[in-house]
Structures are given as structure tokens and as C-alpha cells.
């Protein structure tokens, strides 16, 4: 089974930090590019970050840069996305994506694989 499972999520006051992970289970990940995407209610589907097969290319987004860092640990199956200095415009669930190319990407419809989600909340 091909799965992309997400966790680390969960509610935490503005100015705090998680770290999500995206461990992947039936395929290994060292022949994708993977990405980090959110969606929040009542908005669109936002490319957050995304890191090249060896992490040496990454990309992301404006709203993000600065705060939030992606990296991988192919030996562990498993991305990472590390997210400090969280705002209330940060809440939203968020997904990884897993993709058979090298370059990374921002566009979810580069992506081959999805996992399910985990909530990350953003209050006082």
C-alpha cells in the first residue's frame, strides 16, 4: 500500500512552534520530491514548501519564508516541516504530497501521492 501519513499537528498560541511529519509507508522516498500544501476553510489549496529527493533544492511560500523550514530524513522514510513563529493565518489542515521527479514544486497537481491531513490551529 502506497501511504503518506501526516502527524504532528494539533492547537498551539500564536508565536509557538510545531513540527510536522510525513512518514512514508509501502514506497520509499528517496526517489520523490515531496510537498508541503494547507488548506484552510473557505479558502484554496496553498503550496507551503517543498524539497528536492536530497533536499537540496527548496521552495516556499512568501506567506511562510522565514518561519517555516523543510527538511528530510530518507534513511527514516520521513519529511519534516518545522513551523515557528505560527500565526492565526497559519491554521489550516495540512498535507504532504510525494512526486516521481526530482524538482520540487508548489502546484499540487504536480503531485502523485497525498496523505490524509493533520490539523494544525493557531489561537489564543
Known amino acids: 500500500q502506497l501511504q503518506l501519513v501526516e502527524s504532528g499537528g494539533g492547537l498551539v498560541q500564536p508565536g509557538g512552534s510545531l513540527r510536522l511529519s510525513c512518514a512514508a509507508s509501502g514506497f520509499t522516498l528517496d526517489y520523490y520530491a515531496v510537498g508541503w500544501f494547507r488548506q484552510a476553510p473557505g479558502k484554496e489549496r496553498e503550496g507551503v514548501s517543498c524539497?528536492?529527493?536530497?533536499?537540496?533544492?527548496?521552495n516556499y511560500a512568501d506567506s511562510v519564508k522565514g518561519r517555516f523550514t523543510i527538511s528530510r530524513d530518507n534513511a527514516k522514510n520521513t519529511v519534516y516541516l518545522q513551523m515557528n513563529s505560527l500565526k492565526s493565518e497559519d491554521t489550516a489542515i495540512y498535507y504532504c504530497a510525494a512526486r516521481r521527479l526530482d524538482w520540487p514544486s508548489l502546484n499540487g497537481a504536480a503531485y502523485d501521492y497525498w496523505g490524509q491531513g493533520t490539523q494544525v490551529t493557531v489561537s489564543s
Open positions: 524539497i528536492s529527493i536530497y533536499g537540496g533544492r527548496t
